[in-house]
């Protein structure tokens, strides 16, 4: 069987930012791993993942939560670091 994991590490993305996407998109986890997989052979499908995160950022902020915000932070600085060759 395959595990959570199996897909996160299949994906290009860490976990993070696959909850990154879960949240925005309001989907499973697991949902959002092949979401990701989809979108990171997409040409901008990498921008449109940082969207997604900064997306998630601004909510979090808006409802006041900072250490959530904080957190989606550190998953985008993790995400623009590890792609950015792959950002236009």
Not at 10 to 29: Q, R, S, T, V, Y
Not at 44 to 73: C, N, P, S, T
Request: charged letters at 35%.
């Amino acid at each position: 069987m395959i595990s959570l994991q199996d897909c996160i590490d299949m994906c290009g993305l860490d976990e993070a930012e696959i909850l990154a996407l879960a949240e925005h998109e309001h989907i499973p986890e697991i949902a959002a791993t092949a979401l990701a997989a989809y979108l990171m052979h997409l040409p901008h499908g990498a921008d449109r993942v940082k969207e997604m995160i900064e997306d998630d950022i601004r909510d979090a902020l808006q409802r006041g939560d900072r250490e959530h915000a904080k957190d989606l932070f550190m998953a985008l600085r993790h995400f623009l670091k590890e792609h950015r060759d792959e950002l236009d």
